[in-house]
């Protein structure tokens, strides 16, 4: 059981669910409802990133299938579904589990900047514009390339609509065009420091402080790749981006974006949610102040939360 609640920006497991047929309840992934009775509440960002995935269905089909299976998990299962800031802190205070909706790839919505109002009618409170191939509004970390005039079309309009601008697949170009057009927080839900591991979807010191600027944060990833060049990981990684950021004033601007169900190697003796548990229990141990433990775990995305979601 962990003392703090858990604000996570960033999993997979909305699509895996999908593709495997399996319940939000318990699966075989590494986030389910009965993981997540070891907090005491318990707010997600599920991701839907289709655009990798293979099959005969069109980009936006399998988004929609995507979609229509997990809200029926949370049909099932009496999980609600927050559109507000208030419903997500409420959960955070009162306890219990939520969920946020989120899009890894706008090719889930044909990268048309004008259903964004339609979506975020749909409940989707974040959507990063890229995953690892480059779109008709971006370049991405693999390909370069800054925004299109699509792009700033889309940026302008996401934030005002209401939804978080995710910055963790694009471009080092396109980052910068995000922050130049941004007139809210932004995030790069699941992205580590480059300077301790030099992986490209990682954050140069001069992204993690534009986004400090902004007020907004970078999520740990917890994928092994991203935390150490070997491909292994121990928390001793962990704690090395986590300080590395902290030491750049990143208090308040650190959050939870473990990636989970999207990373299938993670660090040496965690195996899914439950492990944050032990996470919480190495920041103590390690002896970070419990404010700064308490910011990482809700406190720094609920900020963002609120000033992007209203």
């Known amino acids: 059981m962990t003392k703090y609640p858990v604000l ?23 986030v389910s409802l009965a993981q997540a009775a070891a907090f005491p509440a318990y707010v ?24 229509a299976y997990f809200s029926e998990q949370l049909r099932k299962h009496s ?17 219990g589990v939520g969920a946020v909706l989120s899009i890894e790839g706008a090719e889930a919505f044909d990268c048309d900047p004008g259903r964004l109002e ?38 302008r309009r996401a934030q005002r609509a209401g939804i978080i601008v995710d910055v963790s697949h694009s471009s080092e170009r396109a980052f910068w065009d995000i922050c130049e057009l941004a007139e809210k927080p932004i995030v790069a839900s699941h992205s580590n420091a480059k300077a301790v591991c030099g992986h490209v979807r990682n954050l140069t010191d001069e ?34 981006h986590f300080e590395h950021f902290l030491e750049r004033d990143g208090d308040g ?35 970070f ?8 775990f809700y406190q720094s995305l609920e900020k963002v939360v609120k000033l992007c979601i209203m």
Request: aromatic share 8%; with cysteine.
């Open 8 to 30: 996570d920006g960033h999993c997979d497991t909305a699509v895996e669910l999908w593709r495997k047929g399996e319940s939000l309840a318990e699966n075989s992934g590494q």
């Open 44 to 67: 997600q960002f599920f991701a839907f990133c289709t655009v990798w995935i293979e099959n005969e269905q069109t980009d936006e089909e399998r988004f929609a299938s995507a979609m």
């Open 79 to 95: 999980i609600p579904l927050c559109r507000t800031s208030a419903d997500v802190s409420a959960i955070l205070r009162k306890g």
């Open 118 to 155: 339609e979506l975020a009618a749909r409940g989707v409170r974040m959507i990063a514009p890229v995953w690892n191939a480059e779109n008709a509004l971006a370049g991405s970390c693999m390909t370069g390339g800054g925004l299109t005039a699509q792009g700033r079309e889309f940026v």
């Open 207 to 240: 992204q993690f402080r534009a986004i400090c600027d902004l007020g907004g944060t970078a999520g740990l990833n917890l994928y092994a790749p991203f935390l150490n060049a070997s491909g292994h990981a121990s928390m001793d990684d962990v704690r090395r």
């Open 253 to 287: 601007h650190l959050a939870l974006g473990g990636d989970l169900d999207g990373c299938d190697v993670l660090p040496d003796g965690m195996h899914g949610l439950r492990d944050y548990a032990l996470l919480e229990r190495n920041f103590e141990n390690w002896g």
């Open 289 to 296: 102040g419990e404010q700064i433990v308490r910011n990482l």
